[in-house]
Protein backbone atom coordinates (compact mmCIF):
# COMPACT_ATOMS: atom_id res chain seq x y z
CA UNK A 1 0.00 0.00 0.00
CA UNK A 2 1.34 3.77 -0.75
CA UNK A 3 0.05 4.34 2.91
CA UNK A 4 -1.76 7.82 3.81
CA UNK A 5 -1.71 9.89 0.80
CA UNK A 6 -2.42 14.03 1.14
CA UNK A 7 -2.75 16.58 -1.58
CA UNK A 8 -1.27 19.00 -2.28
CA UNK A 9 1.90 18.84 -0.10
CA UNK A 10 2.37 23.17 -0.57
CA UNK A 11 -0.46 25.65 -0.40
CA UNK A 12 0.49 29.19 -0.50
CA UNK A 13 -2.96 31.47 -0.46
CA UNK A 14 -4.16 34.89 0.30
CA UNK A 15 -5.91 35.60 3.17
CA UNK A 16 -10.34 35.41 2.36
CA UNK A 17 -9.47 32.57 0.14
CA UNK A 18 -11.16 29.46 0.53
CA UNK A 19 -8.31 26.28 0.85
CA UNK A 20 -9.10 22.77 0.73
CA UNK A 21 -6.85 19.55 1.61
CA UNK A 22 -7.55 16.15 0.78
CA UNK A 23 -6.63 12.95 2.41
CA UNK A 24 -6.93 9.08 1.27
CA UNK A 25 -6.36 7.18 3.77
CA UNK A 26 -4.72 3.98 3.59
CA UNK A 27 -7.14 0.77 2.26
CA UNK A 28 -9.04 -0.99 4.48
CA UNK A 29 -8.90 1.55 7.28
CA UNK A 30 -12.15 2.64 9.06
CA UNK A 31 -10.52 5.72 11.79
CA UNK A 32 -9.12 8.57 9.68
CA UNK A 33 -8.20 11.42 11.63
CA UNK A 34 -6.64 15.35 11.11
CA UNK A 35 -4.16 16.82 12.82
CA UNK A 36 -2.55 20.43 12.16
CA UNK A 37 1.41 21.05 13.34
CA UNK A 38 2.81 24.33 14.43
CA UNK A 39 6.41 25.42 16.26
CA UNK A 40 3.90 27.09 19.41
CA UNK A 41 1.20 24.23 19.94
CA UNK A 42 3.03 21.12 18.52
CA UNK A 43 0.62 18.40 17.29
CA UNK A 44 -2.95 18.84 17.64
CA UNK A 45 -6.24 17.08 16.68
CA UNK A 46 -9.08 18.83 14.69
CA UNK A 47 -11.43 16.15 13.93
CA UNK A 48 -11.78 12.21 13.83
CA UNK A 49 -13.76 9.96 11.65
CA UNK A 50 -14.94 6.01 12.29
CA UNK A 51 -16.57 4.36 9.35
CA UNK A 52 -17.04 7.85 7.42
CA UNK A 53 -18.80 9.32 10.73
CA UNK A 54 -16.96 12.17 12.72
CA UNK A 55 -16.98 11.37 16.15
CA UNK A 56 -15.18 13.99 17.66
CA UNK A 57 -14.77 17.36 16.09
CA UNK A 58 -13.47 18.96 19.09
CA UNK A 59 -10.41 20.31 18.02
CA UNK A 60 -11.98 22.26 14.77
CA UNK A 61 -10.56 25.64 15.73
CA UNK A 62 -14.28 27.74 14.82
CA UNK A 63 -16.46 27.84 11.78
CA UNK A 64 -14.19 28.67 9.31
CA UNK A 65 -13.40 24.60 9.44
CA UNK A 66 -14.81 22.02 8.32
CA UNK A 67 -14.12 18.08 7.40
CA UNK A 68 -16.37 15.81 5.35
CA UNK A 69 -15.73 11.98 4.61
CA UNK A 70 -17.88 10.96 2.09
CA UNK A 71 -16.80 7.15 1.68
CA UNK A 72 -14.07 5.34 2.85
CA UNK A 73 -11.06 6.36 0.83
CA UNK A 74 -11.63 10.06 0.59
CA UNK A 75 -11.60 12.82 3.35
CA UNK A 76 -11.33 16.93 2.75
CA UNK A 77 -10.43 19.25 5.47
CA UNK A 78 -11.98 22.91 4.09
CA UNK A 79 -10.70 26.39 5.54
CA UNK A 80 -13.20 29.10 4.34
CA UNK A 81 -12.25 32.12 4.64
CA UNK A 82 -8.67 31.55 5.23
CA UNK A 83 -6.46 33.37 7.69
CA UNK A 84 -2.89 34.05 7.96
CA UNK A 85 -2.83 32.42 11.82
CA UNK A 86 -3.93 29.25 9.75
CA UNK A 87 -0.66 28.57 8.15
CA UNK A 88 0.37 25.52 9.89
CA UNK A 89 0.74 21.83 8.43
CA UNK A 90 -1.58 19.95 8.56
CA UNK A 91 -1.37 16.01 8.93
CA UNK A 92 -3.93 13.69 7.75
CA UNK A 93 -3.50 9.62 9.60
CA UNK A 94 -5.53 6.52 9.58
CA UNK A 95 -5.58 3.36 11.61
CA UNK A 96 -7.20 -0.23 11.13
CA UNK A 97 -9.15 -0.05 14.11
CA UNK A 98 -10.16 2.15 17.03
CA UNK A 99 -6.89 2.62 18.96
CA UNK A 100 -5.09 0.85 16.23
CA UNK A 101 -1.56 1.73 15.16
CA UNK A 102 -1.48 5.39 13.63
CA UNK A 103 0.04 5.84 10.02
CA UNK A 104 0.37 9.43 8.93
CA UNK A 105 0.61 10.78 5.54
CA UNK A 106 3.59 12.98 4.39
CA UNK A 107 1.44 16.46 5.38
CA UNK A 108 0.53 19.40 3.94
CA UNK A 109 2.23 22.32 4.59
CA UNK A 110 -0.26 25.62 4.36
CA UNK A 111 0.99 29.27 4.26
CA UNK A 112 -1.90 32.05 3.82
CA UNK A 113 -0.02 35.40 3.39
CA UNK B 1 -6.95 16.89 30.28
CA UNK B 2 -4.15 14.39 29.15
CA UNK B 3 -0.88 16.34 28.77
CA UNK B 4 2.25 14.53 27.70
CA UNK B 5 5.56 15.67 28.17
CA UNK B 6 8.71 15.04 26.75
CA UNK B 7 12.57 15.84 28.12
CA UNK B 8 15.11 17.05 27.01
CA UNK B 9 13.41 18.73 24.02
CA UNK B 10 16.69 18.56 22.33
CA UNK B 11 19.73 16.00 22.66
CA UNK B 12 22.94 15.86 20.90
CA UNK B 13 25.11 12.87 21.41
CA UNK B 14 28.13 11.64 19.72
CA UNK B 15 27.72 8.48 17.24
CA UNK B 16 27.86 5.17 19.14
CA UNK B 17 25.92 6.02 22.07
CA UNK B 18 23.29 4.48 23.56
CA UNK B 19 20.37 6.80 25.23
CA UNK B 20 17.05 6.99 26.41
CA UNK B 21 14.49 9.32 25.55
CA UNK B 22 11.59 9.90 28.21
CA UNK B 23 8.10 10.43 27.71
CA UNK B 24 5.35 11.60 30.86
CA UNK B 25 1.75 11.83 31.10
CA UNK B 26 -0.50 13.24 33.49
CA UNK B 27 -3.69 10.51 33.16
CA UNK B 28 -2.67 6.87 33.35
CA UNK B 29 -6.27 6.07 31.86
CA UNK B 30 -4.34 4.74 28.69
CA UNK B 31 -5.39 2.53 25.85
CA UNK B 32 -2.08 2.65 24.64
CA UNK B 33 1.46 4.78 23.45
CA UNK B 34 2.79 5.36 20.27
CA UNK B 35 6.23 6.56 19.25
CA UNK B 36 6.91 8.50 16.69
CA UNK B 37 9.68 9.18 14.17
CA UNK B 38 9.30 12.96 12.10
CA UNK B 39 12.77 13.86 10.06
CA UNK B 40 12.22 17.65 8.75
CA UNK B 41 9.91 18.46 6.28
CA UNK B 42 8.24 14.92 6.44
CA UNK B 43 5.10 13.74 8.02
CA UNK B 44 5.06 11.06 11.54
CA UNK B 45 6.66 7.57 11.15
CA UNK B 46 5.47 5.34 13.45
CA UNK B 47 8.18 3.37 15.57
CA UNK B 48 6.56 1.31 18.41
CA UNK B 49 3.21 0.36 19.81
CA UNK B 50 3.15 -0.21 23.34
CA UNK B 51 -0.37 -1.07 24.50
CA UNK B 52 -1.75 -0.56 28.41
CA UNK B 53 -1.15 -4.41 29.83
CA UNK B 54 2.54 -4.31 27.88
CA UNK B 55 5.93 -3.55 30.02
CA UNK B 56 8.18 -2.93 26.92
CA UNK B 57 8.10 -3.59 22.98
CA UNK B 58 11.27 -3.75 20.52
CA UNK B 59 12.01 -2.94 16.88
CA UNK B 60 15.97 -3.61 16.06
CA UNK B 61 18.27 -1.22 18.17
CA UNK B 62 14.93 0.33 19.54
CA UNK B 63 13.39 -0.49 22.60
CA UNK B 64 10.37 1.38 24.38
CA UNK B 65 9.21 0.79 27.76
CA UNK B 66 5.49 1.66 29.39
CA UNK B 67 5.13 2.22 33.17
CA UNK B 68 1.68 2.96 33.55
CA UNK B 69 0.93 3.46 36.97
CA UNK B 70 3.71 6.55 36.94
CA UNK B 71 2.58 7.90 34.08
CA UNK B 72 6.22 7.63 31.89
CA UNK B 73 7.47 5.85 29.16
CA UNK B 74 11.08 5.42 27.75
CA UNK B 75 12.68 5.01 24.29
CA UNK B 76 16.31 3.45 24.46
CA UNK B 77 18.05 3.43 21.30
CA UNK B 78 20.97 1.42 21.47
CA UNK B 79 24.48 2.03 19.18
CA UNK B 80 23.22 5.51 18.16
CA UNK B 81 23.77 6.45 14.43
CA UNK B 82 23.89 9.61 12.74
CA UNK B 83 20.68 8.60 10.73
CA UNK B 84 18.66 8.22 13.61
CA UNK B 85 18.69 12.11 13.84
CA UNK B 86 15.33 13.33 13.74
CA UNK B 87 12.54 14.82 16.25
CA UNK B 88 10.76 11.68 18.31
CA UNK B 89 7.72 12.37 19.70
CA UNK B 90 5.53 9.98 21.86
CA UNK B 91 1.79 10.22 22.24
CA UNK B 92 -0.95 8.54 24.46
CA UNK B 93 -4.20 7.10 23.36
CA UNK B 94 -6.57 7.31 26.33
CA UNK B 95 -9.59 4.97 27.11
CA UNK B 96 -11.93 8.21 27.10
CA UNK B 97 -11.58 8.17 23.24
CA UNK B 98 -9.40 7.24 19.96
CA UNK B 99 -7.35 10.51 19.73
CA UNK B 100 -3.63 10.62 20.27
CA UNK B 101 -1.98 13.37 22.59
CA UNK B 102 1.19 14.47 21.62
CA UNK B 103 4.17 14.96 23.51
CA UNK B 104 6.56 18.55 22.14
CA UNK B 105 8.85 15.76 21.16
CA UNK B 106 12.77 15.14 21.34
CA UNK B 107 14.64 16.60 18.11
CA UNK B 108 17.87 14.38 17.94
CA UNK B 109 20.92 15.21 16.79
CA UNK B 110 23.73 12.36 16.38
CA UNK B 111 26.96 13.47 15.66
CA UNK B 112 29.59 11.44 13.32
Not at chain 1, 18 to 42: A, D
Not at chain 1, 74 to 96: H, N
Not at chain 2, 6 to 15: M, R
Request: include cysteine.
Amino acid sequence: DAGVIQSPRHEVTEMGQEVTLRCKPISGHNSLFWYRQTMMRGLELLIYFNNNVPIDDSGMPEDRFSAKMPNASFSTLKIQPSEPRDSAVYFCASSLAQFAEAFFGQGTRLTVV
Amino acid sequence: KQEVTQIPAALSVPEGENLVLNCSFTDSAIYNLQWFRQDPGKGLTSLLLIQSSQREQTSGRLNASLDKSSGRSTLYIAASQPGDSATYLCAVNNNAGNMLTFGGGTRLMVKP
